[in-house]
């Protein structure tokens, strides 16, 4: 150690010196000259620091780094919302069971949030139909497309194409009917369950 301190020094008043000279004799000669930089001597034992602009920098082992996941999307674009959860219908045996998007007909459909393709079939009064379970569980009907563009087992990203809005099934005019399923359960209402995942229908 003691050896390694004294070439650092020894590098050091050397670099300084040539410095000096070279200032003097440039300054003799009447020649303007910039000022150098003293070379850094390289150290070859010990840590190794590194020069003050990098500080706040760490590299923390074993740690990696994750991209940000994409935000879900609404499934339709420039739609306006006609029936909605819970209101009784003529067409349906029952109370409705979803939220619909009205749009016009082949309107891109997308998938609102990240899973996978459970099943995409023709289904009576709902019409050509996708099924995704989201990561969650939650399992999101997409009802009355006028054609279907995913495969069963097919993993659906925020904003994928699912299919194109439609009226097939039982329906008044070309509408997206979406469902919400919690764990594959019994529907709730797709307008108060969207903004807990930042959409506002």
């Given amino acids: 150690m003691l050896t390694t301190t004294r070439r650092l020094i020894a590098s050091v008043l050397l670099t300084g010196l040539l410095v ?3 200032l003097s004799t ?3 000669a009447g020649r303007v000259v910039a000022p150098v930089a003293p070379a850094v001597p390289v150290v070859t034992q010990g840590p190794v620091l590194l020069p003050s602009a990098f500080a706040p920098y760490r ?3 074993a740690v990696r780094l994750q991209a940000k996941p994409p935000p879900w999307v609404l499934p339709v674009v420039g739609y306006h919302l006609t029936g909605r959860f819970g209101q009784s219908s003529g067409l349906w045996a029952s109370t409705h069971t979803g939220l619909d998007f ?6 891109p459909i997308r998938s609102i949030g990240p899973g996978v393709v459970i099943a ?3 289904d009576g009064a709902f019409g050509n139909k996708t099924v995704v379970r989201l990561d969650d569980g939650t399992v999101l009907w997409y009802c009355h497309q006028s054609e279907v563009g995913v495969e069963v087992g097919q ?3 925020p904003g994928d194409l699912v299919g194109h809005l439609g009226s097939t099934g039982n329906t008044t005019g070309p509408h997206l009917h979406l469902e ?3 764990g594959n359960g019994d529907a709730i209402d797709p ?3 969207l903004p807990t995942h930042g959409l506002h229908p």
């Avoid at 009205?102 to 309107?107: D, S």
């Fill in 102 to 107: 009205a749009a016009p007909e082949g309107t």
């Fill in 180 to 182: 919400v399923h919690p």
């Fill in 26 to 28: 440039a300054a003799q």
């Fill in 155 to 157: 993993r659906l990203a």
């Fill in 191 to 193: 307008e108060a369950w």
């Fill in 59 to 61: 590299v923390v082992p």
């Fill in 120 to 122: 995409a079939a023709s």
């Fill in 20 to 22: 000096t000279t070279t």
